[in-house]
């Protein structure tokens, strides 16, 4: 069902734009735009600008994280400093200290989905992320803790 929801959401969001022809106009940034305004319109007091991913901080380290982050639908849900959907970057980092088990554990949660640890809405699977690139992810989000 939230498959479905989100094409819907993609093809609206492209026939908006006039079907795609603009050039530099990807989906992604009107797909991004369109789930940040209808999560605004769920919820009016919750930051959805979930764009910010900690570019800022030493991008340079930080760098392949932040790219494997833009690239999937990791914004559509998270924020840095922010409950969007889903728990902050902030908030996950400061619950789970930077250990080899909690970053295995963290990864292969991110590729196969899970529910419960931060209420009832679950995280989709991401089942076509390799698991270096989860635990990379993983690894940038742990390193956000002060």
């Known amino acids: 069902m939230k498959k ?4 819907l ?18 989906a992604d940034s009107a797909t991004t735009t ?3 305004q209808t ?9 959805t600008n979930a764009n910010n991913t900690g570019a800022s901080k030493d991008a340079g380290a930080a760098a392949p994280a932040i790219k494997l982050i833009a690239a999937s639908d990791c914004g559509t849900c998270h924020k840095e400093d922010v409950k969007v959907v889903g728990p ?18 963290l990864a292969d ?6 529910k419960g640890n931060w209420g009832d809405i679950p995280m989709t699977a991401h089942a ?19």
């Open 4 to 7: 479905v929801f989100a094409m």
């Open 9 to 26: 959401i993609i093809c609206a969001a492209i026939t908006a734009c006039g079907g795609g022809s603009k050039s530099g106009s990807g």
């Open 34 to 36: 369109t789930a940040d």
């Open 39 to 47: 999560a605004k319109t769920k919820e009016p007091n919750v930051d």
């Open 88 to 105: 902050a970057f902030k908030d996950i980092a400061a619950k789970y200290p930077p250990t080899d088990k909690n970053i295995n554990t």
């Open 109 to 114: 949660k991110v590729i196969k989905g899970g």
């Open 128 to 146: 076509s992320l390799s698991v270096n690139d989860a635990k990379t992810i993983v690894k940038y989000i742990l390193s956000l803790h002060k």
